[in-house]
């Protein structure tokens, strides 16, 4: 079985400052000279670009890649690291400095919303003329044309000019024109960025489909590592436009984490932390500071849906204080309080001083998603009073990944905590 798609030594610069060579006609003599004599051509621009002086970006930089027949591809990494550039050649909407692509089929891409579509011309003709571009006869178009509609579900506007569409409705109109070209190569660049989370939910599941029942190639660039870890089976990480990574999905989405913030092991709270404290008011007493905290027995702050989160927290003690109640807050990445958890037992410091003590927080509950800690310190008086302490926030950061094994994955619109599965009788 041929190899769907191979990758030798691919690099790609860019000249800085240089947007085109300055008339249409010289873009495509250039274009027709790459295709011809395209080696040729290369090693004179590099000598030219020498010459001049000018300088030069890298953003692909000896990649090597293969890709099996049916395999489901996450490429992933920070923005910069050369991720719709590589989609881009694979395209070949632009051409490589050095290096080779092989492609064994018929390749189909939707790198942004609405590639290739035309504003001026309706949904109907923008499907026909898509279709076409991809290698498709008027004939195979035809044949699929309901199924493309029904799909992207905006029927009643299929003869409206595209330039009128919401964002929300060109994606739905783009993916379900990708997702049924006969393709046997499909190349995707944050295509579930925009629409409903109903319409996300679908287009995963079709993706899916193309992929296990139909044989076809997929490979998906996305920030989103929920919707990677449900539709791929292999991950390649892209880093200042190298592969450093390539193999399962959760060390990928591992390795994609330790690249950033989300990765930190270890805070010490600033008055930036305590900022926080001026939206509850109230605090008034700081016998106890909360200094710093500590995450254990993790590389990153990932977390699979089973899991507890176990850290270490180290107190500032100003005043010996009995019966303080430690509280953490958990919210969603817009902000949004999602669960409370207190400790199971009142915090007594009985000398001054820097005082450590381990915690573990259970995750169990808590669905697909980015997640952020605040932690509050409060003290009850005799009449049952609340005293505000400290308050830090965010004082954790951390990322849940499912690992269940479910016909449906859990959506975000159906909420963030997950109770118990309902059993009958």
């Not at 064994?104 to 499907?127: I, Y």
């Not at 060390?251 to 932390?273: P, R």
């Not at 404290?277 to 993790?298: A, F, T």
Request: charged letters at 25%; a neutral charge; glycine letters at 10%.
């Amino acid at each position: 079985m041929k190899e769907a798609v191979i990758i030798n030594n691919l690099t790609k610069e860019y000249r800085l400052g240089v947007i085109g060579s300055g008339t249409l006609k010289e873009d495509l003599q250039n274009f027709t000279n790459r295709l011809l004599k395209r080696n040729e051509e290369q090693e004179k621009a590099k000598k030219s670009t020498k010459e001049s002086g000018q300088k030069t970006f890298r953003a692909l930089s000896g990649v090597d890649l293969t890709v099996k027949p049916g395999e489901r591809i996450g490429l992933i990494g920070h923005n910069g690291a050369g991720k719709s550039t590589l989609l881009k050649l694979l395209s070949r909407i632009t051409m490589p400095t050095s290096g080779e692509i092989i492609l064994n089929g018929r390749v189909s891409s939707m790198l942004e919303v609405g590639t290739g579509f035309h504003g001026d011309l309706t949904g109907r003709e923008n499907v026909f003329m898509n279709g076409a571009i991809n290698g498709m006869k008027k004939m195979e178009i035809a044949a699929k044309f309901d199924e493309i509609v029904e799909f992207s579900g905006i029927g009643k506007f299929i003869d409206t000019p595209v330039k009128r569409y919401s964002s929300g409705m060109y994606v739905k109109l783009a993916f379900s024109v990708a997702a049924h070209l006969d393709s046997d190569i499909v190349l995707m660049d944050e295509v579930l960025a925009v629409g409903d989370m109903k319409f996300q939910e679908k287009c995963l599941l079709k993706m899916k489909q193309m992929a296990q029942e139909e044989g076809r190639t997929i490979i998906y660039v996305s920030h989103n590592m929920n919707t990677v870890k449900q539709l791929c089976n292999r991950a390649v990480v892209l880093e200042a436009g190298q592969v450093i990574y390539d193999g399962d999905v959760d060390g990928g989405i591992q390795k994609y984490y330790g690249l950033s913030g989300t990765n930190t092991l270890e805070t010490v709270f600033t008055d930036a932390h305590r900022g926080f404290r001026k939206n509850i008011g109230r605090i008034n007493r700081e016998e106890v500071m909360l200094h710093d905290i500590r995450i254990l027995d993790k590389q990153a702050t990932l977390y699979k849906d089973n899991e507890a989160l176990h850290f270490k927290l180290t107190f500032d003690v100003k005043r010996p204080v009995d019966n303080v109640l430690l509280r953490m807050d958990v919210r969603n990445s817009r902000g949004n309080l999602i669960a409370t958890s207190i400790c199971d037992g009142n915090l007594f410091f009985t000398r001054k001083g820097q005082i450590k003590e381990d915690f573990e927080l259970p995750l169990k509950g808590l669905t697909p998603g980015n997640y952020n800690v605040a932690i509050h310190l409060t003290e009850f008086n005799n009449a049952g009073s609340e005293i505000f302490i400290d308050a830090v926030h965010p004082a954790i950061t951390f990322t849940i990944i499912s690992d269940r094994k479910e016909k449906i994955e859990w959506p975000e619109y159906w909420g963030q905590v997950r109770l118990p599965d309902i059993t009958e009788g």
